[in-house]
């Protein structure tokens, strides 16, 4: 291939890659993080205190039951505006868009799968719980060992829905001037005024939607053999 050629090929891709960079960074940190968090939200929800249960809910269904859209404007134009956190170290956080979307992505992610992974939980089979009893592990080790490891092989469709889900939601990052992939697009729509650039993010998208579901297909034949 001709170099002149290459060099306005990359040119014209390069715009897409730094924003692919973004959305995929997004992406993983806010999917690790969810994750992560996840997991003590969902154990919170089954918990028998009342102290612990509650809260959990409360934040599960606040999280769940207001726009992604609102929260991410609350977090980056209303929670800057606090005299407190302009005046303390949270403000390298809040004054950065990058960070007030890992934030809000986490946070509404971690909301869902919380229940996702509680339905994993409860979904594990009583036997094998009462097998771990039976050998006279604690309870901590019962979680560790038998029942997250089991609700995650169990959830891992449900899990694979969400990270396609929060794949798209990522597109709201560039309302908050993120130059992510659908910001790349946006700002290439609005100097050749055509919806070409759109086609195009658009087209990236689904083949990232299908990286991810091929990814969690395998991970889930590897894990769950006997569902081959």
């Not at 990359?10 to 997991?39: F, R």
């Not at 991410?72 to 606090?82: A, D, H, S």
Request: hydrophobic content about 55%; aromatic content about 8%.
């Amino acid at each position: 291939m001709d170099n002149a050629i290459l060099q306005q090929l990359l040119a014209l891709a390069g715009p897409y890659l730094d924003g692919l960079k973004i959305t995929l960074e997004i992406l993983v940190i806010t999917t690790i993080l969810a994750l992560i968090l996840s997991v003590p939200l969902a154990l919170a929800r089954l918990s028998a205190s009342a102290w612990l249960r509650w809260p959990a809910a409360v934040y599960s269904g606040a999280m769940r039951g207001t726009p992604l859209l609102a929260q991410l404007f609350v977090i980056y134009y209303g929670l800057p505006q606090i005299d407190l956190i302009r005046h303390t170290v949270l403000w390298s956080i809040f004054s950065s868009s990058f960070y007030c979307a890992i934030l809000a992505f986490t946070l509404n992610m971690a909301a869902y799968l919380g229940e996702v992974v509680r339905g994993g939980i409860l979904a594990v089979p009583h036997g094998e719980v009462e097998a771990a009893k039976a050998f006279g592990m604690r309870p901590s080790t019962r979680l560790r060992r038998i029942v997250l490891p089991r609700a995650f092989r169990l959830v891992l469709p449900a899990l694979s829905s969400e990270v396609v889900i929060q794949l798209k939601a990522t597109a709201l990052a560039s309302v908050i001037t993120l130059i992510d992939l659908t910001g790349v697009a946006r700002r290439l729509m609005a100097r050749s005024y055509s919806t070409d650039p759109l086609l195009i993010a658009g087209a990236i998208y689904i083949v990232l939607t299908f990286g991810i579901a091929m990814l969690f297909t395998s991970l889930e034949r590897k894990l769950n053999p006997q569902r081959r």
